[in-house]
């Protein structure tokens, strides 16, 4: 799997400092919408939308939830970070190797004797 994007990387990086580990415990903490995540990260709606749901999809960002705003009419999605980033990127958010690639390199081990 391709290691995340500069887009994905911002937006995770701003999702974190939006909602630092130490308030993600409180339920009363405001969570970030997908405007916000995106103003803090400097990066387009258009692409953070798309990407967000990407993230989401992928287990990088988890929903917790509606909010009203001003504006817009309806509740928007808040969003919270499923893993938080300790320093710089972590290794499995940087490179994704998990256990797929271990039974793919036995497979292939196997294959070439």
Known sequence: MRPPGEVRQALHRAAC???????SADPRAPRPTMREIAHRAQVG???????????TRAG???P?????????NKPVAVYEPAVYLDGGLSADL?????VG???LGRIV?????
Do not use: F, H, S
């Open 17 to 23: 400092e939006l909602l630092p580990r130490e308030r």
């Open 45 to 55: 709606l258009d692409v953070a939308n798309q990407t967000i749901k990407n993230m």
């Open 60 to 62: 990088d960002l988890k």
């Open 64 to 72: 917790a939830g509606t909010k009203r705003v001003d504006y817009c």
């Open 94 to 98: 940087e490179t994704r190797q998990g």
């Open 101 to 103: 690639w271990v039974d």
């Open 109 to 113: 081990g196997g294959w070439a004797r």
